[in-house]
């Protein structure tokens, strides 16, 4: 590859977000390769890619990471993010890319490639990836204050000495030429952080372009609930978290199963299946298939930290969420708004709260018409074009 746009995908759902612009792309005749990060994370790109017969070139293809890349000392993240700059180059010299697209601009390794990108002369554009979590106030206790403060003077003086991408930044500040966010509250969340409004595009979100908005759920459903899980002890979120959402699923199952109605768990890719196995035992109340497939089998999804809240919402189907019995109060800042999305602190209330919205159609209706309102303010939907189209006219826009 030389020239044309560079897709550079973290983990597997990045693939799965750049697919449709990538295609859309090459129908316009601009070429474009996917590149992986998986020598660094081990997300599963490179699995991903292959179930949907793209191909995709490895960067850094020495380098090999057993641990969670981010969960290590700082000493150990500093020195592996130092080791990628020499591949980092070679990489960029070889294939001269226009354009680097990217769906984090936050991690160290991330970070490197679009400075990388910008001293080639590559333009940098920023695919939303998730759900952004408003921009924190100002933090009350003296101690986390002093902590931000010379966690903000380290990172200047990392900026001053040439190293900016070792430095602290959020989500949205990576300085990327156009960043494509999937709704209004995105957009919002950019500019808040400084963003310049004519680097932002409201595109929506390509990984949802399948989707269609206020369809209901399936008359095929017969009350089937699915829980979507959130891999906390991968994403170094938390292992005590992991092994509260697997407690509160088997109590949930077997509250449901009292009740007489269908539970299914549509684990994330990222989980192990042996992890649920164990759990349930001869029981087999896993599904498999994407959460698009799934969502369109379900009556009423269980869903915490997870764009699935999103993707329900454009299927129509209405989300109950469990609270602190599985996020411990940490996390609420990413959960979805209580006032519409109603949440549940056991697995008999979370019971009981499914089974009143199976049994009332004007009040599951009434849930899903408000979730639908809220989604729409994460998720730009446009009747008349895709996320995909909406994203690939913004790269277009910034190729010389």
Known sequence: MTGGVAFVASNDAHVV??????????????DAQLWSLDCVYNQGVTTCAASLGIDVGTLAPG??????????????????????????????????????????????????????????GARVVLVQDGVLAAVPPRPVTLRRRFYLAGKGVGSKALRLM???????????????????ASGPQGASVFRRLGVPADRI?????PRFDGLSPAVGSSEESHHLVVAFTTPFADAGIGADLQDRQ??????????????????????HPRESPQTYADAFGDR?????????????????AVV????????????????????????AGRLDHHLPPADCYPRFESAPE??????????????????????????????????ERSASLNVADAICSVMS
């Open 17 to 30: 977000q750049f697919a449709p612009v990538m295609q859309e792309l090459e129908r316009r005749g601009v």
């Open 63 to 120: 380098m090999r990471v057993s641990s969670s890349f981010y969960r290590r000392p700082v000493l150990a993240v500093w020195r592996d993010v130092l080791r990628c700059r020499r591949p980092f180059r070679e990489w960029i010299d070889s294939t001269s890319p226009d354009v680097v697209v990217v769906g984090n601009d936050r991690g160290l390794v991330e970070k490197l490639i679009l400075n990388t990108a910008r001293h080639h």
């Open 162 to 180: 040439g190293f900016s991408y070792m430095s602290a930044s959020r989500y949205g500040e990576g300085g990327a030429d156009v960043l494509c």
């Open 201 to 205: 595009r409201i595109t929506g979100q």
């Open 246 to 267: 697997t407690a509160l699923l088997v109590d949930l199952a077997r509250e449901l199963r009292d009740r007489g109605i269908r539970f299914r768990v549509k684990r």
């Open 284 to 300: 087999l109340l896993t599904v498999d298939g994407s959460s698009g497939d799934v969502l369109r089998k379900c009556a009423v």
């Open 304 to 327: 915490g930290m997870s764009t699935v809240t999103d993707e329900a919402g454009l299927s129509g189907v209405p989300v109950v969420v469990p609270g602190q019995v599985v996020h």
């Open 350 to 383: 979370g019971a009981a709260m499914i089974a009143s919205l199976l049994e009332d159609d004007l009040a599951r209706e009434e849930l899903r018409r408000r979730q639908q309102e809220a989604v729409s303010a994460r998720i730009f939907v446009d009747p």
